[in-house]
């Protein structure tokens, strides 16, 4: 799987946009860019997938740009309840069918 | 609740005890995964089961014995543990492929004393 690198943290604050940048320098062309949120005591959960350009969901939004080297997790008016640990993944299913985590991203949400 | 259920939530043994970890899922995937998270540390894999077979051993010591009697069930069992092994253990399933469709459970915090 390749390697991503993310930040180790980032502060905000209530109402505010967190956005996240994942370096992913060697992806492969059947790499998909997968992000998690972890909450404490929790286990990871999904919360967007993409592969290029830009995907939106209920949660978030993923940008991607055309090169795919890096990608960006946009987080819209953040509330207190969205400080959480955020990880990156790259990879695609194959035999193995395995999830590497990185240390991920502490986001700290301040009232 | 996530549809990924692990029992149970806490537990605290002995260096000397046996005990287990059980996880169940019913959203009909086909792999089911242990991770292991220590503090401030990645989460780490230590074995995956792909339609009941294990395909994946990450180099895990013997006294953790992992189970998976059918596609909707997996144990960890463990015996003789350390100090060093408390951590929380995670069970995640999958359809199989892809990296999407990850489902974790909320895992069980083991304290080893």
């Known amino acids: 799987l390749a390697k991503t690198t993310q930040p180790i943290s980032m502060d905000s604050y209530e109402g505010q946009e967190v956005n996240i940048t994942c370096s992913h320098n060697?992806?492969?062309?059947?790499?998909?860019i997968t992000w998690y949120q972890q909450f404490p005591s929790q286990g990871p959960r999904f919360i967007i997938q993409?592969?290029?350009t830009k995907v939106t969901n209920e949660v978030a939004s993923l940008f991607i740009p055309a090169d795919r080297k890096s990608s960006t997790l946009s987080l819209p008016r953040v509330s207190l309840s969205d400080t959480a640990v955020y990880y990156c993944?790259?990879?695609?299913?194959?035999?193995?069918?395995?999830?590497?985590f990185g240390g991920g991203t502490r986001v700290l949400v301040k009232p | 609740e996530t549809g990924v259920t692990q029992t149970p939530r806490h537990l605290v043994m002995g260096m000397t005890n046996k005990k287990s970890l059980k996880c169940e899922q019913h959203?009909?995937?086909?792999?089911m995964y242990w991770y292991k998270q220590s503090a401030k540390k990645p989460l780490e894999l230590m074995f995956v089961?792909?339609?009941?077979?294990?395909?994946e051993n990450n180099s895990v010591p013997s006294r953790f014995s992992p189970e998976c009697p059918n596609s909707s069930h997996l144990f960890l069992h463990l015996h003789t543990l350390q100090p060093e092994d408390s951590a929380l253990y995670l069970c995640?399933?999958?359809?199989?492929?892809?990296?999407?469709?990850?489902?974790f459970g909320s895992g069980t915090r083991l304290t080893v004393v």
């Open positions: 995640a399933s999958s359809e199989g492929t892809g990296i999407y469709g990850y489902t």
């Open positions: 060697n992806i492969a062309t059947n790499d998909y």
């Open positions: 993409g592969y290029k």
């Open positions: 993944l790259v990879g695609v299913g194959a035999a193995g069918n395995k999830l590497t």
């Open positions: 959203l009909g995937h086909n792999a």
């Open positions: 089961y792909n339609f009941k077979e294990q395909t």
